[in-house]
């Protein structure tokens, strides 16, 4: 079971974006998530008439590895460790220090 997935809030912990929170977009492998407004790079783009692209420089955001990134928790207002717990035979995550379940409504 993953503990960060598509749709959680996060918090940089490390690099160049510490400290700025954003959504998870994609998962773009096992160790690599891409997450809205950080790292965020420019890329010079070259124009192709035949698939209908402009040239120039276009801001892409690229991937950042999940170690660096963390679950935010808003009733701390913090980010936190994740872990998986089995109720019911059905696993789901919840955060280390509290043990309340990602996600749910505070």
């Known amino acids: 079971m993953q503990r960060i997935r598509k749709g959680d809030e996060v918090v940089v912990i490390a690099g160049r ?3 700025k929170r954003g959504t998870v977009v994609e998962r773009v492998d ?9 790292n965020v790079v420019k ?5 192709n008439p035949m698939k209908g692209t402009n040239g120039g420089i276009s801001e892409q955001t690229m991937p950042i590895d999940q170690s ?9 207002g913090k980010g936190e460790r994740v872990g998986i717990e ?5 696993k789901r995550r919840v955060f280390k220090r509290s043990g309340q379940p990602v996600g749910a409504a505070s």
């Open 43 to 47: 890329k010079h783009v070259r124009p």
């Open 68 to 76: 660096n990134v963390m679950v935010y928790n808003p009733a701390t």
């Open 86 to 90: 089995v109720v019911d035979g059905r």
């Open 30 to 38: 096992a160790t690599h998530v891409r997450v809205e407004g950080v």
């Open 17 to 19: 974006d510490k400290g």
